[in-house]
């Protein structure tokens, strides 16, 4: 059984950065995709990037797209999200997720299989 804890999350003012972490376990074969998501209260769960973890390519969701970036550590099986220029519309429960067989990026965002427990993003104006 596949296992995904997040850490780093905190509050942070606009502007700002945080980095996310994601620490997986319990696979025997590497998820084919890492991902990261996020829900605000009274919204539905927003797609925000993803790796397909052989090849290293990277997807973002266009609201965060050139202000954060995905990256991960095969020899940690460890997933990052580097937020930068953080907004107030940022702020939100931010999941982790991963993919034992295949995934689909913006705009389908599907696929994943395997989610965190999340932790929370808040950023002030």
């Known amino acids: 059984q596949v296992q995904l804890v997040e850490s780093g999350g905190g509050s942070v003012q606009a502007g700002g950065s945080v980095r996310l972490s994601c620490a997986a376990s319990?696979?025997?074969?590497?998820?084919?995709?890492m991902g990261w998501f996020r829900q605000a209260p009274g919204k539905e769960r927003e797609g925000v990037a993803y790796i397909a973890t052989g090849f290293g390519y990277e997807y973002y969701g266009d609201s965060v797209n050139g202000r954060f970036t995905i990256s991960q550590d095969n020899a940690k099986n460890m997933v990052y999200l580097q937020m930068n220029s953080l907004k107030p519309e940022d702020t939100a429960m931010y999941y982790c997720a991963a993919s034992g067989a295949w995934c689909r990026g913006p705009p389908l965002w599907d696929g994943f299989t395997y989610w965190g427990q999340g932790t929370q993003v808040t950023v002030s104006s």
């Open positions: 319990g696979y025997t074969t590497r998820p084919v995709c």
